[in-house]
């Protein structure tokens, strides 16, 4: 072939021949999977919600979470409202409390009630409205017959309302509470704070457990990795010995112990604040802390092996360093999910304490504490229940999903089915 | 096989003597004895309580009493039923809180593998995705959300009987919220256990020499797949029977979980104990059942120890 034939390029086009992509570190490459994964986004989307409900929420909610308003006691988020005039809208909670209300939902004022004005013979209440002034603005007298009397019962009302001798039956609207958005509690607190600081408490013991628990476990988990022989061996059946007794009886049983011990009153309180927040952190700690060290040490086994380690050690890099630098990053992966993972898991587990009422006292709250006390009255008030329940669900949805896309992203080789 | 067996019992034998020593030593530490109420009993009769309670003795020895009464059977006088002992109540409690685990197991056992099975082997179908939906949810919400928002909807009904165990409608609630998770959990490791043994050597060999579908999945594949299924069944089993707190506390079942709820917020400690040990005797059996059946299961296992 004759030489001439060929001709140098020219810089530019050498360049577009190869193939140039831009070298991606780890976490742009977790990163860059974790987008893929729609489920994994919906959760991250929803974490930050939960957060940023729970930490700028408070801030815009004009109700603080320990404000009672006796007035409004046990108000439900949805209103049954009476029209008894062109401007009066009246409510009647479960509790029999007559409130006035806006035509759209908003509480204005409650009724008084003396107790002269409770015919308990004929079961018929008279309420009365005053204004500043201390003057009577409105008389309603309420009929509660419908529930005793045996044809009055037929009508399946519960009571009438009577004003300005017009006696009401109907339900005029159902609207939804415009003063307090998700009602509120047997002691007149606002529902919609409270669960935002509940949320804020389930999360504060969750990271904070996970975080610790992270710690603990990386330091035993790979000194006992690392070391092997006889000390692995001691530290293991440790281990063993906790890991064979169902792990919710030792939370149970140590917030038994630690519930108004010495320790907590002088030292967890001080640290947490008081209701019990510091107890259920170092008991989830001290619990949780077995599965961390358990995979930490098989990571760290099977990494010990690689040359890399041994080149280090050749070169006389301490032991320290070699734990440090070579082992704990390259096991950090699969660490971050349990991680990750354990946060659902704390928020669970202290749901279930404050449930069976080991968990955090009032007048602080917890997600599972709210649900502990809606549970009580969840016959007459199911949306005390229902609202918390729905929010540890949605939270446990929304960490499990991101939990199971950081696995896969972090480590593809986990990826199950 | 045998060196094995023996190796495992022994093992759990230290295990239940050391939870026994923690759980005693744990609740000593306690501030205030049994007899700490708010209002203070009388100097010489707390004396004479903790007396006949041997509680005035050195802790070593009293440890060691306890000890020997529990290798008889004997876990004491519960502290603020005074009536009772310990046993009668765990005797009374132990056959509620069974029969709503055994039945729950045998739901789960029934339902959640087939699911898992069939998600498996139409895996990317629609019932794969409905089955892992649902299966996602069963994890992700708590008992006590289910069993509450199942009374809730009873009530709504108003056909289902709220409360104890009388008609066999009224299990229906219990069962449901306190299999829900593990159903959930077991029909997933199911399937990801069947996808992974599906995609192994021998299944295609199993294929290629021309056994039948059916022949493939039942004696191949499935009997391989269920080796993690069992080894978390077997402490699932244990969690079921007795971890029932909140489930019996909702359902209103007087069971040994609500006793062992009723029994901490009494600060009943000779009770807690009781249940407890009860609780992690229970467990540590079936964790040592399963680690045997798995060494008949899987051979590999026997060889390597």
Same mark, same amino acid.
């Given at each position: 072939m004759d030489k001439n034939k060929f001709n140098f390029l020219k810089q530019e086009q050498k360049l577009d021949k190869e193939q140039t992509r831009k070298s991606l570190t780890y976490w742009q490459d977790v990163w860059r999977r974790l987008k893929k994964n729609h489920l994994a986004i919906v959760g991250l989307v929803s974490v930050i919600i939960i957060i940023l409900f729970a930490t700028i929420g408070p801030l815009i909610?004009?109700? *603080?979470? +320990?404000?009672?308003?006796?007035?409004? *006691? +046990?108000?439900?988020?949805q209103l049954n409202i009476y029209k008894l005039d062109d401007d009066l809208y009246v409510f009647m909670s479960e509790m029999y409390h007559l409130i006035l209300v806006t035509e759209d939902g908003a509480l204005v004022q409650r009724f008084d009630l003396a107790e002269e004005d409770r015919d308990l013979v004929n079961r018929i209440y008279t309420y009365r409205l005053y204004d500043d002034q201390n003057n009577e603005i409105a008389v309603v007298a309420v009929d509660f017959t419908y529930q005793t009397d045996p044809i009055k019962r037929l009508e399946g009302i519960k009571f009438s309302l009577t004003y300005e001798d017009v006696e009401y039956k109907e339900i005029h609207d159902r609207v939804w509470n415009k003063t307090f958005i998700l009602g509120t509690d047997k002691? /007149?607190?606002d529902m919609l704070a409270r669960l935002m600081y509940g949320t804020g408490v389930s999360l504060i013991i969750a990271f904070t457990a996970a975080v610790i628990n992270f710690f603990i476990g990386v330091l035993y988990g790979s000194i006992s990795g690392f070391f092997g022989k006889n000390v692995d061996i001691i530290m293991m059946r440790i281990v063993d010995i906790i890991n064979s007794i169902p792990l919710l009886l030792y939370v149970i049983l140590l917030m038994v112990v630690l519930k108004d011990s010495w320790f907590e009153i002088n030292v967890l309180d001080k640290i947490f /604040?008081? /209701?019990g927040l510091g107890t259920i952190i170092v008991t989830l700690i001290s619990v949780y802390w077995v599965g961390m060290a358990r995979l930490v040490r098989a990571q760290v086994l099977g990494l010990k092996e690689q040359e890399y380690v041994l080149a280090a050690k050749t070169m006389g890099v301490s032991n320290n360093k070699i734990i440090q630098k070579h082992l704990i990053p390259n096991a950090l992966g699969p660490i971050i999910v349990t991680m990750a993972m354990m946060i659902p898991t704390a928020v669970f587990t202290e749901a279930f304490l404050s449930f069976i009422g080991l968990g955090i006292s009032a007048p602080r709250a917890s997600l599972g504490s709210l649900a502990n006390d809606g549970a009580s009255f969840m016959q007459t008030y199911p949306y005390q229940l229902v609202i918390p329940s729905l929010t540890i669900a949605f939270m446990m949805l929304a960490f499990n999903f991101l939990g199971d896309g950081l696995r896969d992203a972090l480590d593809p080789r986990l990826r199950k089915g | 096989m045998n060196r094995y067996i023996i190796k495992k019992t022994l093992f759990s034998i230290l295990t239940l003597l050391i939870v026994v020593t923690l759980v005693f030593f744990m609740l000593r530490a306690i501030p205030g004895g049994p007899f700490t109420r708010e209002k203070p009993l009388p100097e010489a009769t707390r004396e004479r309580l903790e007396e006949a309670y041997g509680l005035n003795e050195p802790l070593l020895i009293q440890y060691f009493t306890y000890m020997g009464n529990l290798f008889t059977g004997d876990l004491g006088p519960s502290f603020r039923k005074p009536a009772y002992t310990v046993n009668e109540l765990l005797a009374t409690g132990i056959p509620q809180t069974a029969k709503i685990g055994l039945i729950a197991v045998i739901f789960i056992i029934v339902l959640g593998i087939p699911l898992g099975v069939i998600s498996a082997l139409k895996s990317n179908s629609a019932i794969d995705y409905g089955v892992m939906i649902i299966a996602t949810i069963g994890i992700t919400v708590p008992s006590f959300v289910i069993g509450s928002l199942f009374i809730l909807l009873a009530q709504k009904v108003s056909w289902i009987p709220v409360g104890g165990l009388t008609t066999p409608i009224t299990y229906v609630g219990p069962v449901v919220a306190l299999a829900g998770y593990s159903l959930a959990f077991v029909s997933r490791l199911t399937r990801s256990s069947m996808l992974e043994v599906l995609r192994q050597d021998y299944i295609r060999t199993a294929r290629a020499k021309g056994l039948s579908e059916s022949k493939v999945i039942f004696k191949h594949a499935l009997k391989n797949s269920l080796i993690p299924v069992i080894t978390y069944i077997g402490p699932m089993i244990a969690a079921l029977m007795t971890g029932s707190f909140v489930v019996e506390r909702i359902f209103v079942i007087n069971g040994i979980g609500k006793y062992f709820t009723e029994s901490i917020t009494a600060r009943d400690y000779t009770l807690v104990i009781g249940v407890t040990l009860f609780y992690a005797v229970f467990y540590i059996i079936m964790v040592l059942l399963v680690d045997i059946a798995y060494s008949f299961i899987d051979p590999r296992i026997r060889m390597t120890k």
């Amino acid at each position: 072939m004759d030489k001439n034939k060929f001709n140098f390029l020219k810089q530019e086009q050498k360049l577009d021949k190869e193939q140039t992509r831009k070298s991606l570190t780890y976490w742009q490459d977790v990163w860059r999977r974790l987008k893929k994964n729609h489920l994994a986004i919906v959760g991250l989307v929803s974490v930050i919600i939960i957060i940023l409900f729970a930490t700028i929420g408070p801030l815009i909610n004009p109700y *603080k979470y +320990n404000s009672q308003y006796l007035d409004y *006691k +046990n108000i439900p988020p949805q209103l049954n409202i009476y029209k008894l005039d062109d401007d009066l809208y009246v409510f009647m909670s479960e509790m029999y409390h007559l409130i006035l209300v806006t035509e759209d939902g908003a509480l204005v004022q409650r009724f008084d009630l003396a107790e002269e004005d409770r015919d308990l013979v004929n079961r018929i209440y008279t309420y009365r409205l005053y204004d500043d002034q201390n003057n009577e603005i409105a008389v309603v007298a309420v009929d509660f017959t419908y529930q005793t009397d045996p044809i009055k019962r037929l009508e399946g009302i519960k009571f009438s309302l009577t004003y300005e001798d017009v006696e009401y039956k109907e339900i005029h609207d159902r609207v939804w509470n415009k003063t307090f958005i998700l009602g509120t509690d047997k002691n /007149g607190r606002d529902m919609l704070a409270r669960l935002m600081y509940g949320t804020g408490v389930s999360l504060i013991i969750a990271f904070t457990a996970a975080v610790i628990n992270f710690f603990i476990g990386v330091l035993y988990g790979s000194i006992s990795g690392f070391f092997g022989k006889n000390v692995d061996i001691i530290m293991m059946r440790i281990v063993d010995i906790i890991n064979s007794i169902p792990l919710l009886l030792y939370v149970i049983l140590l917030m038994v112990v630690l519930k108004d011990s010495w320790f907590e009153i002088n030292v967890l309180d001080k640290i947490f /604040g008081a /209701g019990g927040l510091g107890t259920i952190i170092v008991t989830l700690i001290s619990v949780y802390w077995v599965g961390m060290a358990r995979l930490v040490r098989a990571q760290v086994l099977g990494l010990k092996e690689q040359e890399y380690v041994l080149a280090a050690k050749t070169m006389g890099v301490s032991n320290n360093k070699i734990i440090q630098k070579h082992l704990i990053p390259n096991a950090l992966g699969p660490i971050i999910v349990t991680m990750a993972m354990m946060i659902p898991t704390a928020v669970f587990t202290e749901a279930f304490l404050s449930f069976i009422g080991l968990g955090i006292s009032a007048p602080r709250a917890s997600l599972g504490s709210l649900a502990n006390d809606g549970a009580s009255f969840m016959q007459t008030y199911p949306y005390q229940l229902v609202i918390p329940s729905l929010t540890i669900a949605f939270m446990m949805l929304a960490f499990n999903f991101l939990g199971d896309g950081l696995r896969d992203a972090l480590d593809p080789r986990l990826r199950k089915g | 096989m045998n060196r094995y067996i023996i190796k495992k019992t022994l093992f759990s034998i230290l295990t239940l003597l050391i939870v026994v020593t923690l759980v005693f030593f744990m609740l000593r530490a306690i501030p205030g004895g049994p007899f700490t109420r708010e209002k203070p009993l009388p100097e010489a009769t707390r004396e004479r309580l903790e007396e006949a309670y041997g509680l005035n003795e050195p802790l070593l020895i009293q440890y060691f009493t306890y000890m020997g009464n529990l290798f008889t059977g004997d876990l004491g006088p519960s502290f603020r039923k005074p009536a009772y002992t310990v046993n009668e109540l765990l005797a009374t409690g132990i056959p509620q809180t069974a029969k709503i685990g055994l039945i729950a197991v045998i739901f789960i056992i029934v339902l959640g593998i087939p699911l898992g099975v069939i998600s498996a082997l139409k895996s990317n179908s629609a019932i794969d995705y409905g089955v892992m939906i649902i299966a996602t949810i069963g994890i992700t919400v708590p008992s006590f959300v289910i069993g509450s928002l199942f009374i809730l909807l009873a009530q709504k009904v108003s056909w289902i009987p709220v409360g104890g165990l009388t008609t066999p409608i009224t299990y229906v609630g219990p069962v449901v919220a306190l299999a829900g998770y593990s159903l959930a959990f077991v029909s997933r490791l199911t399937r990801s256990s069947m996808l992974e043994v599906l995609r192994q050597d021998y299944i295609r060999t199993a294929r290629a020499k021309g056994l039948s579908e059916s022949k493939v999945i039942f004696k191949h594949a499935l009997k391989n797949s269920l080796i993690p299924v069992i080894t978390y069944i077997g402490p699932m089993i244990a969690a079921l029977m007795t971890g029932s707190f909140v489930v019996e506390r909702i359902f209103v079942i007087n069971g040994i979980g609500k006793y062992f709820t009723e029994s901490i917020t009494a600060r009943d400690y000779t009770l807690v104990i009781g249940v407890t040990l009860f609780y992690a005797v229970f467990y540590i059996i079936m964790v040592l059942l399963v680690d045997i059946a798995y060494s008949f299961i899987d051979p590999r296992i026997r060889m390597t120890k």
